[in-house]
């Protein structure tokens, strides 16, 4: 669980929109899953994902069970400027996983 | 002849929901009462317009846990005019939410793909919020399949 | 089957037709991987190394892979060097005789024997996240390798007992394997499309387990699905039907770790 997979393309032009694709290791347990013996297994999902971008918050998803196991996103930023894409995801029983890669805009 | 009375009899009871131990299965499903309710909690009592948002998902899934689906809004996402969020919600999940996408003029462009679940064949709904504060939304619906042998017989 | 097959089957000169090369067995020109079946947005999730979730588990497996642990305090990599050298191949070559055992042995059985015997670390349990992670790594470095089989006078009586079991019915529903697989394939299940069976991509992300899993589970699935008694884990016969199939499947390449719905 927490194990992270970040493709982020390592240069860009200023000003180019460039797409980011984050998969995620999580059983997105949903609460409405019984056990063999009857007895509902609870929810544990991730709750939270952000995405800053040197420091300043560029995409937020908030996510809710309906989001299959191994949340998968993809979105887009503008390349502002050369820096650290820093990810994070946070959720239920105090879940936390942090990701970042660099970009180097021209 | 005796017996077809007492078989008769025991229908009619039946029928009439009398003396019959019924095992009421409650529907773990949300209905699109429960989805309206959920919009109405994002979307307050602003109006919410049909178009400008694209929904894209497979319209028969080979497995409703996971789903693709990608959903755009028509924005020049400067300052002056963006798309502030995108929600999705589904109306026979046993609840409506699906996730929320923050975005900004940051974004460059208001494309989000993910996978989501759907426990049944039903209706997706993506609705846009737009930076002056109107609201705009599409549907699309998606036939889920069961995979024909499950492990937990 | 309809019964006119299966009374054509049973008249003595096609009876000895279908021990040698049995009716309906899929032409090679004509077998298909499971990949061809999907649709395009399942097919993209296996395309895309950085959309699989198959490959969170080949990742793991890859830290698993560096890491020292038993009493011999080794790392796979110790001997193995770079995976990505060492185990090209590989995984299209198992299930394998192994001497020590006189008989074949799956790929996870393999990277057990490495770890009670070179390791000396207790084995990983089946299914269990660290074996899929490994076995994830190290057949994802045979993908696109032709599977290749070895038949000899030491793996032909499991091939046998292999193909043996693909066709004998068995279960509730009394269905053997080829009944669906080499005569009804493409055709829908519960609108599902039914497979070749070609195990191509193992250990799998399956839509449906939510999670890599091996050929084994999935052949335990389908036991259950007939209303059949699934073998134990690590059961010869299961091994046995893994040999058998992967050698049906000689020739295509090796998709691991492959999506499935």
């Known amino acids: 669980m927490g194990n992270a997979l970040v493709n982020v393309p390592p240069r860009a032009r200023r000003g180019e929109i460039i797409e980011i694709k984050t998969l995620i290791s999580h059983p997105m347990e949903t609460g409405y899953r019984r056990s063999q013996l009857g007895a509902t297994i609870p929810r544990d999902i991730i709750r939270l994902f952000v995405c800053t971008y040197t420091g300043t918050e560029v995409f937020r998803a908030e996510l809710h069970p309906a989001i299959a196991a191994n949340p998968f996103i993809v979105f887009s930023t503008v390349a502002t400027e050369s820096g650290t894409l820093a990810f994070q995801w946070t959720g239920d029983n105090g879940f936390s996983a942090t990701e970042s890669a660099a970009i180097t805009v021209d | ?153 | ?261």
């Open chain 3, 1 to 261: 089957m309809s019964a006119r097959t299966a009374r054509l089957l049973t008249t003595p000169a096609l009876l000895l037709l279908a021990t040698t090369a049995p009716a309906g067995e899929i032409p090679t020109a004509e077998r298909r991987s499971g990949y061809e079946l999907m649709g395009r947005e399942t097919r993209a999730m296996q395309d895309d190394d950085t959309a699989n979730p198959g490959m969170l588990g080949a990742l793991e497996g890859e830290a698993a892979w560096a890491r020292k642990t038993g009493a011999a305090g080794r790392a796979c990599a110790d001997c193995h060097g770079d995976a990505r050298a060492s185990m090209k191949g590989v995984a299209a070559r198992y299930p394998a005789f192994d001497a020590a055992l006189k008989r074949p042995v799956d790929l996870e059985q393999r990277i057990n024997v490495c770890r009670t015997d070179r390791q000396q670390a207790p084995a990983l349990a089946y299914e269990s996240r660290e074996l899929l992670a490994l076995t994830a790594f190290v057949a994802r470095q045979s993908r696109g390798v032709p599977i290749d089989i070895a038949v000899d006078a030491r793996t032909q009586p499991f091939l046998d007992a292999g193909r043996a079991t693909f066709y004998r019915r068995q279960g509730q529903l009394n269905l053997a394997c080829n009944q669906c697989h080499d005569e009804n394939w493409g055709k829908r299940l519960a609108g599902n499309p039914i497979p070749q069976a070609h195990p191509t991509g193992y250990p799998v992300y399956r839509l449906e387990w939510q999670s890599l899993g091996s050929l084994q589970r999935r052949l335990r699935g389908c036991l259950t699905g007939i209303r059949a008694e699934p073998y134990e884990y690590g059961a010869p016969e299961l091994v046995d039907l893994e040999l058998f199939l992967m050698w049906r499947a000689r020739g295509m390449s090796i998709e691991s770790p492959a999506v499935r719905p």
């Open chain 2, 1 to 153: 002849m005796d017996l077809d009375t007492s078989r008769r009899a025991f229908l009619q009871a039946a029928a009439a929901g009398l003396g019959i131990a019924v095992i009421r299965v409650a529907p773990a499903t949300a209905t699109p009462a429960a989805m309206d309710e959920a919009v109405r909690k994002v979307v307050g009592a602003s109006k919410v317009s049909k178009g400008r948002v694209t929904l894209e998902l497979p319209p028969l899934s080979e497995n409703g846990n996971t789903v693709p689906l990608t959903v755009s809004v028509e924005s020049p996402m400067t300052q002056a005019e963006h798309v502030r969020a995108i929600h999705i919600f589904t109306e026979l999940n046993p609840q409506p939410d699906v996730v929320s996408f923050r975005l900004g003029p940051r974004a460059g462009r208001a494309r989000v793909s993910t996978r989501i679940r759907l426990a049944n064949t039903q209706t997706v709904t993506a609705i846009g919020e737009l930076s002056d504060g109107s609201f705009w939304s599409t549907s699309a619906a998606v036939v889920v399949t069961l995979a024909a042998c499950l492990e937990d017989a």
